[in-house]
Structure formats: structure tokens, C-alpha cells
């Protein structure tokens, strides 16, 4: 293992993925969530509720592991990549019953 030294920039592009990109990819994966127990046919307040329930196991996990991934690169790639398709993808399930 090589010791290295992060800079002040890098300790805090990581904190800074770690909530706001943990948040974009929660985001992302609530709507895409909602929006399939929709389609399912399940009750809005049901889909919310399953929604906000596995939203803070999630973000405990996202929040986590952008700390513990090597690069900061991949964890802003995944994280926002992740919560902007998942985000799309939930408002187009949404727009389908209209």
C-alpha cells in the first residue's frame, strides 16, 4: 500500500460526491422506484413510502463507498451518471399514464 498525501481539493471533491452525489443517485433511484410500483399498479403513498424506505439504506451505501473507491473520477461518473439516467427513466415511466 503506498501512503499518499490527498490535498485539500481532493478531501473535498470526495465529501462534496459523497453528499451531493449520493443525493443525485438516491434522487434518481426514488423516481425510477415510484415510478415502476406505478406501472406495477401500486398506490402512489405505497410507492412513496417503499421509495423513502430503501432511499436511506442507498444513501448510507453511496455515501460510504465514495469514500472507499479509489478514484474520485468514477465515484462522480457513477454517482451522477447513475441519478441522471435513473431520473430520466423515472420521468418517462411517469409521463406513460399521463
Not at 406495477?40 to 412513496?48: I, Q, V
Amino acid at each position: 500500500m503506498v501512503a499518499t498525501t490527498a490535498t485539500r481539493w481532493q478531501i473535498a471533491s470526495r465529501v462534496a460526491a459523497s453528499l451531493l452525489g449520493s443525493y443525485a443517485f438516491v434522487w434518481g433511484l426514488v423516481m425510477l422506484g415510484i415510478g415502476l410500483c406505478l406501472q406495477a399498479g401500486m398506490a402512489y403513498s405505497d410507492a412513496m413510502a417503499l421509495a423513502a424506505l430503501y432511499a436511506f439504506v442507498v444513501f448510507l451505501t453511496t455515501f460510504l463507498w465514495s469514500f472507499a473507491a479509489a478514484s474520485v473520477l468514477r465515484v462522480w461518473s457513477v454517482l451522477l451518471g447513475g441519478g441522471v439516467l435513473m431520473t430520466t427513466g423515472g420521468w418517462w415511466l411517469s409521463r406513460l399514464n399521463g
